[in-house]
């Protein structure tokens, strides 16, 4: 079954815009994680935040966690055509196995 | 190059016949997932080894499926008596022994795609 959500289920936007996509998970963390997919790389870890932390930073990539609202966001800055992709976030929940959601499918334009 | 390795990386299969995929993690990890994908949908874990110890298994790993990682290093995944329902992408990742100085992440290969006919 799938612990997270993401929404939207895809965007679509010109380069140089930024994306922020979210993603909602139903139990206690312990940390959440970013994974991108695309047809040529397959699935690449892009960003991990711990239950204990606010925000995270890297590169282009900002990643906010509350676990009040069991929710967190992934903004990516001045996106390129590069970023096509989709993106999943995945929990870990006691066991280091990865709980995944259904995906942001993202596009890109140049 | 030293990432996951997985092959084949596709299958077609009648149903009823059964497949084993093989998936060689990064030297290093102690750990090895097997996870599916089905289009458009997010991966689903499946089942984990910490060194050749098969520690979780999902309920999505009917009995139809075995996973093995006898030596601790590559692992095979099989299917018996395949169904079309089978048809997925089936994901293999590694990860390294904790602690792993807040690593968690883990490290995906590029799958096996599995059609079943």
Known sequence: SQQGEEDPQALSIQEGENATMNCSYKTSINNLQWYRQNSGRGLVHLILIRSNEREKHSGRLRVTLDTSKKSSSLLITASRAADTASYFCATAVGTPKLIFGTGTRLQVFP | ?117
Not at chain 2, 2 to 28: A, L, W
Not at chain 2, 86 to 103: K, N, T, V
Request: net charge neutral.
């Open chain 2, 1 to 117: 190059d030293t990432g996951v390795s997985q092959d084949p990386r596709h299958k077609i299969t009648k149903r009823g016949q059964n497949v084993t995929f093989r998936c060689d993690p990064i030297s290093e990890h102690n750990r090895l997932y097997w996870y599916r994908q089905t289009l458009g949908q997010g991966p689903e874990f499946l089942t984990y080894f910490q060194n050749e110890a098969q520690l979780e298994k999902s309920r999505l790993l009917s009995d139809r499926f075995s996973a093995e990682r006898p030596k601790g290093s590559f692992s095979t995944l099989e299917i018996q008596r395949t169904e079309q329902g089978d048809s997925a992408m089936y994901l293999c990742a590694s990860s390294p022994p904790p602690p792993s100085g807040g690593r968690d992440e883990q490290y995906f290969g590029p799958g096996t795609r599995l059609t079943v006919t």
